[in-house]
């Protein structure tokens, strides 16, 4: 069975750090893009951040830009959200992806991880 899972989410308060990790399994995902998304209830899933998989071009949402940072480990086929100064708008259920090409649309990744619960208190 093909599948992203995610591991690192929890609660963190205020100006902390987490950092989420996304492994594949099933099948490699080392020439995919690969993405973070985030969603609350309520809301359409949210684009966090992304990387190409070959020469790792990263791109961010302007509302994480300078305080996560994406990053990836072809030969372990993993992806990992570095998360900083986290703010409790950053609550939320996140989400790994894996496409053919980057893009900011979450209809554009054909692969998605269970998600994960991260929750920010003030």
């Known amino acids: 069975q093909v599948q992203l899972v995610e591991s690192g989410g929890g609660l963190v308060q205020a100006g902390g750090s987490l950092r989420l990790s996304c492994a594949a399994s099933?099948?490699?995902?080392?020439?995919?893009?690969r993405a973070w998304f985030r969603q609350t209830p309520g809301k359409e899933r949210e684009f966090v951040a992304a990387?190409?998989?070959?020469?790792?071009?990263?791109y961010y949402a302007d509302s994480v830009k300078g305080r996560f940072t994406i990053s990836r480990d072809n030969a372990k086929d993993t992806v990992y959200l570095q998360m900083n100064s986290l703010k409790p708008e950053d609550t939320a259920v996140y989400y790994c992806a894996a496409g053919i090409g980057v893009t900011t649309v979450s209809g554009s990744y054909a692969y998605w991880g269970q998600g994960t619960q991260i929750t920010v208190s003030s």
């Open positions: 099933g099948r490699t995902f080392s020439n995919y893009a």
């Open positions: 990387i190409t998989w070959n020469y790792g071009h990263t």
